[in-house]
C-alpha cells in the first residue's frame, strides 16, 4: 500500500470538452497535471466548416471521430472518415474542411526533433493484428486499437481507443507506467445514460480518485494505476493517449507495471509487443 497523496481534482477531471464547435484546446501542461501532453477537439458542422492553425513545437497526432474531412498539411491533403487518423510532425500549418460535420481530437506534445509526416487508414489498422486486438477474460472483455503507435515514427506520442464489453472492466489487471508515460482518457461512444467509473490510485486500499464519466469527459494519470468499469448493459469506450518523458526513448506501448496481485494472467497487452 502506498502513502495517502491529495490528488489535484480540478487538474486532472475535464468535463464536457466536446461541447463546443470549432477549435478548441481543453488539456494542456498550464492548467493540468500533464507535463508534455495537451488535447483538445476540432469539431465542424454547416455553423463553421473550417479551421486552420499552427502547431509550433508540438507534434499533434488528430484522430476523427465521426463525420467526414479533409485536411491539408502543407502541400498534402488526405481525406478521413471515422477512426481515420495522422501525425503531424513540429511546425506545420494544418488546415481542416467538412462539407458536412467531424469531430477530432487532437493529442500533442512538444519534441525537439522532426518525424514523417503519416496518414493512418483505419482500414489498414484493422489488418494488423498487433494495432487490432481483443483483450481481457469475461467481465474484463475489450477491444483495443492502436493509431498512432509502433505504426508511426514519433518523439512522444501514443494513441488510440478501446471500447469494452457491456459491464466491464478494463485497463484490467490495473497496471502503470509512470517512470516512462504519462496518460489521459477522453471517453467516447457512450451515448446517455451511458456512464462509468474512472479510478485512478497510487494506494492500492483506498484508490484515492473514483470518479463517475459520461461522453466527452477527460480524466489524467499523473501516476498510479488507472482501471475502469461500464455500468451494466452500456460499454465503456475511451481515447487514450500518452506522451513519453523522454522523446523516443520511452515511447513504448505495453510495458507496464501491474499492480501487485493481479499480474497472475499477464497484462493483457501482450498482443502488441509481437
Same mark, same amino acid.
Given at each position: ?50 479551421? #486552420?492553425?499552427?502547431?509550433?513545437? @508540438?507534434?499533434?497526432? =488528430?484522430?476523427? $471521430?465521426? +463525420? /467526414? ?64 486486438? #481483443?483483450?481481457?477474460?469475461?467481465? @474484463?472483455?475489450?477491444? =483495443?486499437?492502436? $493509431?498512432? +503507435? /509502433? ?124
Amino acid at each position: 500500500m502506498s502513502t495517502q497523496v491529495q490528488v489535484p481534482i480540478d487538474r486532472m477531471v475535464f468535463r464536457k470538452t466536446n461541447s463546443q464547435v470549432g477549435r478548441h484546446i481543453a488539456v494542456t501542461p498550464q492548467n493540468s497535471t500533464n507535463k508534455h501532453l495537451s488535447y483538445g477537439r476540432v469539431i465542424l458542422n454547416a455553423s463553421k466548416p473550417s479551421v #486552420s492553425f499552427d502547431n509550433g513545437n @508540438q507534434e499533434t497526432g =488528430l484522430i476523427c $471521430l465521426s +463525420g /467526414k474531412a479533409t485536411m491539408k498539411v502543407g502541400a498534402e491533403t488526405f481525406q478521413f472518415t471515422q477512426y481515420d487518423s495522422i501525425y503531424i510532425p513540429r511546425d506545420n500549418h494544418i488546415e481542416v474542411r467538412t462539407d458536412s460535420a467531424c469531430d477530432f481530437a487532437e493529442f500533442s506534445s512538444d519534441v525537439e526533433n522532426h518525424y514523417p509526416l503519416q496518414f493512418v487508414s483505419y482500414a489498414e489498422v484493422c489488418k494488423n493484428p498487433t494495432l487490432k486486438f #481483443s483483450a481481457g477474460a469475461p467481465g @474484463q472483455a475489450r477491444h =483495443l486499437n492502436i $493509431l498512432l +503507435g /509502433k505504426n508511426v515514427d514519433a518523439g512522444r506520442l501514443v494513441a488510440g481507443f478501446t471500447i469494452s464489453e457491456p459491464g466491464n472492466w478494463t485497463s484490467w489487471p490495473p497496471h502503470e507506467h509512470t517512470k516512462m508515460l504519462e496518460e489521459m482518457y477522453v471517453y467516447i461512444e457512450m451515448p446517455e445514460p451511458a456512464f462509468a467509473l474512472q479510478l485512478v490510485y497510487n494506494n492500492t486500499e483506498y484508490p484515492e480518485l473514483v470518479v463517475p464519466v459520461r461522453d466527452g469527459d477527460a480524466v489524467l494519470m499523473p501516476s498510479g494505476y488507472h482501471p475502469n468499469v461500464s455500468i451494466p448493459g452500456h460499454t465503456i469506450g475511451f481515447l487514450w493517449a500518452m506522451a513519453a518523458h523522454r522523446e523516443k526513448d520511452d515511447r513504448q506501448f505495453g510495458v507496464v507495471n501491474v499492480q501487485p496481485g493481479f499480474g497472475q494472467g499477464g497484462s493483457g497487452l501482450e498482443a502488441s509487443r509481437k
